[in-house]
């Protein structure tokens, strides 16, 4: 072999091996790079910059995909900057790569219980326990979930397990007087809250539970005198500032509190968090101007104060004043754009000024980057609301609920919207559960009352109400419902001293008054009726509900004129309520004033664009100006909210039925119209004339004898009758409905009365030429 010829293998040799010292270099320069992102992320961990911690940690994580250790601490840096989501996914890929990272594992059960799975961080920790008995956070982490859970016995004895394992550590010992508060026992509470300010004098947390206890237990000197001595232990305790000025307020000592923050501001005036706290004092006095002062303090003395902004447009939203509150909302925006507060407070702002779509766009994208934000699921569910989307309200008041079973604002609204929606057992259900969760809560009993009257449950819903009396007796609400249900029992007169009561109570109470008016007008009393309503439109002539009634009582005593007045009034008091223009178009329709009428639903229409009511109206107003396009395109645009609306669904089966139109349409809308409205009898009747019109009377003679039940007066649902009886061969019976349909339509015309005439003719010749 020549000089410079190389022998294969020996040359693939050299090349292996180059690139196995090469990838040797290559994997050691990546291992050292991951923990230099690891050593930086965890000082940035350290020092509390989260979002810098994540960067670090997320080019860790890349380098080097199967480092459990990595992926926790990037769990850690998440969880630290709010994003729970991500940070469970991390804790997750942790464990998955190293089963021994116990701490990973207790993150998992930290954010479990965060999403109230109690079970599931319970099995967090058991099994860190098995691993490690002495665990000090698996202990604790256990405590909680049991606590969540209401096993409060074994609650506090790992609890207890806990503090043993390490007594100095803080929070420990006042989380355990916590469960002992929480179980019912208030004086160990005191006892171990007393022990751990005797192992550490200085501690204020133990000291400002104390002080809590006490105000919780009523026993307000001893309040005073704890929050006092926190006080000269750490001056600067906000808390503790927060809540003596608050006892003294409480006692009708309100410059007493005031001094409380002036004292502090006085030693620093620079404290931005002092002047929020003096802020929210004056505010829950009531002195606004006094309020917005401080909270412009400590704006300018924090130019990137949040807080500040915040309240500022909490003030300006409160007063209506959104053009203000939107400024300070875009301040908060440009500082942070990302802020879940910013946009939690954007989203308010577009419900209050009624811009629904917005506003569920907007909560939407926050709860996309914070899912577990309770209460923008309960806006978001106001929102839908707004928008007229029932179904999605309850959908996120669901999903609310799940995330704070305790909150008493969400589980009243969705036993509210069960009840508008027909859905009695699941509203009474929730009422149930808002009583169990706070059963001193009036509105809770109100709920309740009210579901039980839904159901006919009258001596279980006066129960509710006796206990709301009890529990509220300063309010109206017992005494109307009270008023309600003995209308429901037709004990008239008991019912008006009830109404009476209630509106001596609250004047303003236009609910009770329209009651009384009633009753009044039912037994002839209508002067009595007109001084009522006058005397309460004297002491509040800007109240557009009580024009409402004057209207409505004048238009009952066929003043038309004084009625138009009132109703117009009423509007211009608040144009937003659509009532008053449903009301008069309803005085111009009786009227035969149809132009009118259709004119003035069309405007309560564009008052409430989502509510099908003013359409219904109005489509009916059409078909009697014989405007069925018109009336048609109504009730078509009634199902382009709702394309299961039952009235509008009948009332457009119906047009076809009777302009001979599409059959199989119409047969298709009148069973949609049947499932959802199953006891509506006009339904019933469409329904059964629609199969009768197909060739199947057979099908369509129990539901035209089911209206007829509910309507046995009405000329064409007899009419209905007899053609059907005569289709189906049974001539006598045909004969003495159609007979009985002219008679009821002597006093009540109907359109088919031509018809019904002929039918009748014919069975009657057919009847004789038999004979």
């Keep these: 072999m020549a000089f410079g010829v190389r022998r294969p293998g020996v040359f693939w040799l050299g090349v292996f091996c180059a690139m196995a010292l090469a990838m040797g270099a290559g994997c050691a320069d990546k291992q050292a790079k991951k923990a230099k992102h690891v050593e930086r992320g965890s000082a940035f961990l350290e020092q509390g910059k989260a979002a810098e911690a994540i960067i670090e940690l997320k080019n860790a994580v890349q380098l080097d995909p199967g480092d459990g250790k990595a992926h926790y601490l990037l769990g850690l840096a998440l969880l630290r900057k709010g994003s729970v989501t991500e ?23 930290r954010l479990y219980l965060l999403g109230r799975d109690a079970p599931k961080a319970r099995e967090r920790a058991e099994l860190v326990l098995q691993k490690d008995p002495a665990n000090l956070e698996a202990h604790l982490l256990m405590a909680d979930a049991l606590m969540v859970e209401g096993k409060l016995d074994q609650a506090i004895e790992f609890q207890q397990k806990g503090l ?41 947390a133990p000291r400002l539970a104390l002080a809590r206890l006490y105000l919780i ?36 000592k309100p410059e007493e509190g005031e001094k409380v923050f002036l004292e502090a501001v006085a030693k620093e005036p620079k404290r931005s968090e002092l002047r929020l ?23 300018d003395l924090d130019p990137r104060n949040l807080a500040a902004r915040e309240r500022l447009a909490d003030h ?31 989203g308010r702002l577009l419900l209050a000024e ?70 009695r057992e699941e509203a009474l259900a929730q009422a149930q559960k808002l009583v169990e969760k706070a059963p001193k809560n009036w509105r809770a009993q109100q709920m309740l ?31 109307y419902l009270m008023g309600l249900v003995a209308l429901a029992e037709k004990k008239e007169d008991q019912a008006a001293e009830m109404f009476a009561r209630a509106l001596a109570l609250d004047p303003q109470d236009a609910g009770s008054l329209r009651m009384l008016v009633a009753h009044l007008l039912k037994k002839g009393e209508d002067e009595k009726a007109g001084s009522l309503v006058q005397e309460h439109l004297s002491k509040s002539p800007g109240n557009p509900r009580l024009h409402h009634i004057k209207g409505a009582l004048m238009s009952a005593l066929g003043r038309s004129q004084e009625a138009e007045e009132s109703y117009r009034k009423a509007m211009e008091l608040d144009p937003t309520r659509p009532e008053p223009y449903i009301a008069l178009a309803m005085l111009y329709a009786r009227e035969n004033r149809l132009e009118q009428a259709a004119a003035m639903y069309s405007k309560a229409a564009e008052k409430d664009p989502k509510a099908p009511a003013p359409r219904m109206a109005l489509g009916a107003i059409y078909e009697k100006m014989g405007n069925q396009a018109k009336a048609k395109e109504t009730y078509q645009q009634i199902l382009a909210l ?26 298709n809308m009148a069973q949609r119209a049947k499932e959802r409205a199953p006891d509506e009898p006009a339904v019933s009747d469409t329904l059964g004339w629609a199969y009768h019109l197909k060739g199947l009377p057979a099908m369509g003679l129990p539901l035209i004898q089911e209206a007829l039940e509910k309507m046995p007066e009405n000329p064409t649902v007899l009419y209905h009758l007899g053609a059907v009886k005569a289709k189906l061969g049974r001539q006598e019976e045909a004969k003495l409905a159609l007979e009985k349909a002219l008679q009821a339509g002597q006093k009540q015309p109907f359109p088919e009365q031509g018809e019904a005439s002929g039918l009748l003719e014919k069975i009657k010749k057919d009847m004789g030429q038999g004979q």
Excluded at 392 to 399: D, H
Aim: with cysteine; charged share 30%.
């Design 87 to 109: 940070a469970f996914g991390a804790f997750s890929q942790a464990v998955k790569l190293d089963e021994g990272l116990l701490e990973a594992h207790l993150g998992l059960g």
């Design 164 to 204: 043993e394992l390490k007594p100095d550590r803080p929070g420990t010992g006042v989380h355990l007087a916590t469960m002992y508060l929480l179980k019912g026992e208030p004086e160990k509470t005191e006892e171990v809250l007393l022990g751990e300010i005797r192992k550490d004098p200085k501690s204020p």
């Design 217 to 252: 237990t009523k026993r307000q000197g001893e309040a005073e005198k704890a929050f006092l001595e926190l006080l000269g232990v750490e001056p600067n305790n906000l808390a503790a500032r927060r809540d003596l000025a608050r006892l003294y307020a409480s006692q009708g």
């Design 277 to 299: 706290a003096l802020g929210d004092f004056y505010a829950a006095l009531g002195k606004r101007d006094d309020a917005v002062k401080q909270f412009r303090e400590a704006r």
């Design 316 to 346: 300006h939203l409160a007063q209506r004043e959104f053009h203000q509150a939107r400024a300070y909302v875009e301040e908060i925006r440009k500082l942070i754009p990302g802020d879940p507060g910013g946009m939690m407070l954007e």
């Design 354 to 423: 009624r811009r629904y779509e917005e506003a569920v766009a907007g909560f939407q994208n926050l709860l996309k980057q914070s899912p577990n934000l309770t209460q923008a699921h309960f806006l978001l569910a106001l929102s839908f609301l707004g928008k007229g989307d029932i179904q999605q309200a309850k959908t996120s008041l669901v999903k609310c609920l799940e995330l704070a079973p305790n909150h008493l604002e969400a589980r009243e609204l969705l036993a509210d919207l069960h009840l508008r929606t027909g859905a």
């Design 449 to 479: 009352a009210r579901a039980h009257m839904a159901k006919g449950e009258l001596q279980k819903a006066k129960k509710a109400l006796e206990e709301l009396i009890r529990l509220a007796p300063e309010r109206s609400e017992g005494p």
């Design 642 to 667: 709702d394309p299961d609306f039952p009235p509008a669904l009948n009332n457009l089966a119906w047009m076809e039925l009777q302009q001979g139109g599409n059959l199989d349409l119409a047969l």
